[in-house]
């Protein structure tokens, strides 16, 4: 018995894991963690990706510029600039570094919500990201 509830704890931190973290994104949610961020929510983060928000007077959500299939470039709603596949799957350099995060995570919440991202919303995000 103490064997079968050792391996289900085991498992357990697994699933909590996302699947594809990286050694910076690591370090970015125990900060958020630390920074008053409660557990990451993946389902949250997912739905936060579509949620519009009114911009300059302009509909926007990360999926303007992103679009919802991960794997494919995106393309910046005002420069026309291609952006690299968010998934690590095809863009193994997503996700590895902490000052390249953070810093597009600040720009990317201003051009589509109008604000800087809260440390909960960058948590989930991470998250959902990851699991991509």
């Not at 990451?40 to 300059?56: C, I, L, M, Q, S």
């Not at 420069?79 to 968010?86: H, N, Q, S």
């Amino acid at each position: 018995m103490k064997r079968l509830t050792a391996m289900l704890m085991v498992l357990g931190l697994f699933a909590a894991v996302p699947a594809h973290a990286t050694p910076a994104s690591d370090t970015l949610l125990a900060k958020y963690k630390s920074e008053g961020a409660k557990a990451p929510d993946a389902a949250k983060g997912k739905k936060d990706w579509t949620r519009e928000e009114v911009v300059e007077g302009e509909k926007m959500s990360c999926a303007t510029c992103h679009g919802s299939d991960f794997s494919k470039p995106g393309k910046h709603h005002k420069t026309g600039k291609v952006i690299e596949p968010m998934s690590m799957k095809v863009n193994a350099e997503r996700y590895t570094d902490v000052k390249k995060i953070e810093k597009w995570f600040k720009r990317n919440c201003k051009d589509a919500w109008g604000r800087e991202c809260t440390v909960q919303e960058k948590a989930d995000f991470l998250t959902f990201l990851l699991a991509q």
